[in-house]
């Protein structure tokens, strides 16, 4: 990073590195190829749920796309007034915005790439017939507003499996317009293309940034899933956790081996 003065950023990182952001692009994809994923399996009482991959993609995504956010909340979006004017704070904030993005690319595309290459692992992100129900279902019974023994859950709850397709989504419009607008750095794009992209681009970030909010509510903050979002850090979860409420997952591992029965 080159300095103009005390600690004032010279560069516009988008304009001249943008190739970089191509580069993370196939960093990820080609990481998310060669990654062999270990299986479940119990150890001490405890249960692999997240393995360092899922928490490398993660967090990476976690952090850029709260850089991304923030860094666009100040330089403004969506109609709402930019927070930044000066020269060095406005090129701070895109300067940011392009590290955000690198984090962000980095984490989905891996994610992505090596969640399709596994067909076994999107099986168990997708929604199924009845996720609906079940989720539903589910928060009313941990509210304790209905008292039920539900459908045995899996590995993923059903409103995880049921925010995968619109989150998956959302990042996908939000990092391929995000793409085309940075392409802008490098070579002439048509207004109306770029039009177009912004507008997608800030629609999605939007809708995502209030799905992040649920998430983060329902992933962390509630404390029936204290246990899951601990697993995202250690990778474990109790066994009888998973025994109590992830009935059927417990089931297959069991067939699997990779708990006894005994356990």
């Known amino acids: 990073m ?9 560069l516009f990182f988008f304009d001249h590195y943008w190739w970089f ?10 990481l998310s190829a060669y990654t062999v994923r270990p299986s479940p399996y119990c150890k001490n009482g405890q249960v692999l749920r997240h393995d360092w991959a899922a928490r490398f993609s993660h967090w990476f995504n976690a952090v850029g796309i709260l850089l991304l ?24 904030m895109f300067n940011l915005h392009f590290i955000g993005a690198a984090l962000f690319l980095l984490g989905a595309v891996f994610w992505l790439g090596n969640m ?6 999107l099986k168990q992100h997708a929604p199924y017939s009845g ?36 989150l998956t989504l959302l990042a996908l419009f939000m990092g391929i317009t995000g793409l085309i607008k940075m392409t802008a750095h490098a070579i002439y794009l048509p207004t109306p293309v770029l039009q177009f992209a912004t ?30 979002f ?34």
Request: charged letters at 20%.
């Open 199 to 228: 507008t997608t681009h800030d629609y999605s970030t939007f809708l995502l940034a209030v799905l992040l909010v649920f998430h983060i509510i329902l992933a962390a903050v509630v404390p029936w899933a204290w246990p899951l």
């Open 21 to 30: 952001i191509y580069l993370v692009l196939f960093g990820a994809l080609l």
């Open 131 to 166: 996720s609906i129900k079940d989720a539903i279902l589910h928060y009313l019974h941990l509210a304790g507003l209905v008292k039920m023994e539900g459908a045995p859950t899996g590995k993923y709850e059903a409103s995880e499996r049921l925010a995968f397709i619109p």
């Open 69 to 92: 956010l923030y860094s666009g909340w100040e330089l403004g979006f969506l109609g709402f007034p930019r927070r930044v004017f000066g020269t060095d704070e406005i090129r701070f």
């Open 116 to 121: 399709f290459l596994d067909t076994k692992r």
């Open 230 to 263: 601990r697993s995202m850090i250690t990778g474990f979860v109790p066994l009888e956790f998973v025994k109590e409420h992830h009935k059927r997952w417990y089931k297959e591992l069991q067939e699997e081996g990779a708990c006894d029965a005994e356990q």
């Open 2 to 10: 080159l300095q103009e003065g005390a600690g004032k950023t010279s």
